[in-house]
Nanobody
Framework: VQLQASGGGVVQPGGSLRLSCAASGISLDDHAVGWFRQAPGKGREGISCISSVDRTTHYADSVKGRFTVSRDNAQDTAYLQMNVLNPEDTAVYYC?????????WGQGTLVTVSS
């Protein structure tokens, strides 16, 4: 089982990135997917999640209105569209897939917001 997070990079303030979380070895459609981030010197923060059944979404206040989580179950992939990025969004971003008895983490992808 593997979760592969990708799409990170360097972007200027105000820019956008889309992160992907691709699953292999599991069917993502029966897992809730969460996105987390860890900024330098800080703890890991949960920023968004999307449920498996009705695709209910939740966002941390720090990203609400700027980030959008989605999923394509046919592709076993989840996404995090990040807009209006600012330097405080600089972090390693992780995805997580969960269902009863299963808890998988991706390896992280680095997002750097800098001019």
């Amino acid at each position: 089982v593997q979760l592969q997070a990708s799409g990170g990079g360097v972007v200027q303030p105000g820019g956008s990135l889309r992160l992907s979380c691709a699953a292999s070895g599991i069917s993502l459609d029966d897992h809730a997917v969460g996105w987390f981030r860890q900024a330098p010197g800080k703890g890991r923060e949960g920023i968004s999640c999307i449920s498996s059944v009705d695709r209910t979404t939740h966002y941390a206040d720090s990203v609400k209105g700027r980030f959008t989580v989605s999923r394509d179950n046919a592709q076993d992939t989840a996404y995090l569209q990040m807009n209006v990025l600012n330097p405080e969004d600089t972090a390693v971003y992780y995805c997580r897939a969960q269902r009863l008895g299963n808890d998988y983490w991706g390896q992280g992808t680095l997002v750097t917001v800098s001019s």
